[in-house]
């Protein structure tokens, strides 16, 4: 079975532009996650959709936003881009809204200069 | 106070001894643990979760949950250098897809 996939890997990109990162969950997976992993602040949540509803959302100003698609396929946007959402974002799926474990996709790179 | 806290380490072990990790967690409503296992320039890998207090063994690696205690462990059996990692403890609080992860224990195995 595949795992998770994210697309792009890597990706460049100036403050104020906005950029969208994908995320595909593993085949039967209905719930997607999403974080962000910096050095300083480690992994945090910033997301969860389940049935194409997003049923929690961390701390992070509303210039980040996602959905989710009928397939479950993912997706996150970050609008007006900061030099501070230079990331490891990363996406993670599981079976269903309820006990089961989470696993992570490659992740997606961003640098904003 | 932080959510969920591990040592930092590193923790530095000998080839073939046993590596002990350790979490506490803040929220006594918690509901399941995880051990994910992150190498350098990698994403996390999940190794092990836990749901209920006790012991779960599979091959080297055993979870240990102690709800009372609000702790939770990772003991690694026969440590090998390619054990050498940061271990993340993650926590799930309510019925959503929601983790929180503690800052993650450099491991470093030496042969």
């Known amino acids: 079975k595949a795992g998770v996939t994210q697309t792009p890997r890597y990706l460049i990109k100036t403050r104020g532009q906005q950029v969208t990162l994908s995320c595909s969950p593993i085949s039967g997976h209905r719930s997607v996650s999403w974080y962000q992993q910096t050095p300083g602040q480690g992994l945090q949540f910033l997301f969860e959709y389940f049935s194409e509803t997003q049923r929690n959302k961390g701390n992070f100003p509303g210039r980040f936003s996602g959905r989710q698609f009928s397939n479950s396929r993912s997706e996150m946007n970050v609008s007006t881009l900061e030099l501070g959402d230079s990331a490891l974002y990363l996406c993670a799926s599981s079976f269903s809204d309820r006990l089961d474990e989470q696993y992570f996709g490659p992740g997606t790179r961003l640098t904003v200069t | 106070q932080k959510e969920v806290e591990q040592n930092s380490g590193p923790l530095s072990v000998p080839e073939g001894a046993i590596a002990s990790l350790n979490c506490t967690y803040s929220?006594?409503?918690?509901?399941?643990f995880f051990w994910y296992r992150q190498y350098s320039g990698k994403s996390p890998e999940l190794i092990m979760f836990i749901y209920s207090n006790g012991d779960k063994e599979d091959g080297r690696f055993t979870a240990q949950l102690n709800k009372a205690s609000q702790y939770v462990s990772l003991l690694i059996r026969d440590s090998q250098p390619s054990d050498s990692a940061t271990y993340l403890c993650a926590v799930r609080v309510d019925n959503t897809g929601k983790l929180i992860f503690g800052q993650g224990t450099t491991l470093q195995v030496k042969p």
């Open positions: 929220d006594r409503g918690s509901q399941s």
